[in-house]
């Protein structure tokens, strides 16, 4: 199956406290730092990669160190990159805590203007699946995926439920995946979403589980008790797990946990995707659940 994930690539400098700092001057040294290739999307294509999916990767980067790092990275698990090129790399710092909670500052945004998406219209037209990305620059890409029909999977990542940004990415997917961290009700927006239209909303609530809406029933289930190395490219795992559950037939309670699975590998290793995935591990961690 060929898996289209459209925009979200970065460099990111990771930073480790024990706690976040107090709002003061002060000089803290970090448990540990190290700098890794990041973003939603680049999380993503590696994920599906690793699940043995033919996948191709849309996103912006700069012919800088950081550009080509990224470009290394995939080309190392063998992802099919196609680089926008503009004047920087994304870059994130993102400060973590023992509880991994985290604070992530955008250090470099590049230019977004002039995408030509008509440039990428046979990847889009050779996909079976469109995974969008709430970049800006992505909402180039929806008039051509809309003209070839193809279904399309969007990570809302932590809206409010109100904010217009969103509008468009919302409007133009099937299924939805989102976290609670910021809707007051999220079962009611979950039907409101899926009263639309949506053939299945998908929320993650941290350390509280996940909650997937496909029919007129929720399925919930509850998260692991995990030790914290990194929870960078968490919600991103969650995201290609159940999904690959839903590709493949799997029932809603065990595509989420498929889902889970996922997300706890990605907890338990430093890289934003394990480098121990694959799909037979994946098969070996799902029939330990049973």
């Known amino acids: 199956m060929k898996v289209l994930v459209i925009g979200g690539a970065s460099y990111d400098e990771i930073i480790h406290l024990d706690k976040f700092p107090e709002p003061a001057p002060k000089t803290i040294f970090a448990r540990e730092s190290y700098q890794t290739p990041g973003s939603t999307g680049l999380g993503k294509a590696l994920a599906f990669k690793k699940l043995g999916y033919d996948v191709d990767f849309i996103a912006v980067i700069a012919k800088d160190t950081y550009g080509k790092n990224i470009e290394k990275a995939l080309a190392k698990e063998k992802v099919n990159f196609f680089p926008i090129y503009k004047d920087q790399t ?18 470099a945004v590049p230019t977004y ?93 941290g350390q509280k589980g996940s909650t997937a809406l496909t029919s007129d029933k929720f399925d919930t289930i509850p998260a692991t008790k995990l030790e914290v190395v990194d929870t960078n490219g968490a919600g991103d795992n969650f995201f290609v797990g159940f999904v690959h559950g839903y590709l493949n037939d799997f029932n809603t309670e065990d595509s989420l946990l498929l889902g889970r699975i996922l997300a706890d590998s990605c907890i338990e290793s430093k890289e934003i995707v394990n480098t121990e995935l694959s799909l037979e591990y994946l098969n070996k961690k799902f029939l330990e659940t049973m």
């Open 113 to 205: 203007d002039e995408i030509k998406a008509v440039d990428y219209e046979r990847l889009i037209k050779g996909a079976d699946i469109v995974v969008l990305n709430i970049k800006s620059y992505c909402k180039a890409f929806i008039s051509l995926i809309k003209t070839h029909e193809k279904p399309v999977y969007c990570d809302l990542h932590d809206y409010d439920g109100t904010d217009e940004y969103y509008k468009e990415f919302i409007e133009n997917s099937e299924y939805i995946f989102m976290s609670s961290e910021r809707i007051h009700n999220f079962q009611v927006f979950m039907k409101d979403l899926k009263k639309k239209g949506k053939k299945w909303i998908v929320c993650t609530h």
């Open 90 to 107: 994304e870059r994130h710092t993102n400060i973590l805590n023992k509880l991994g909670q985290r604070i992530s500052i955008f250090t």
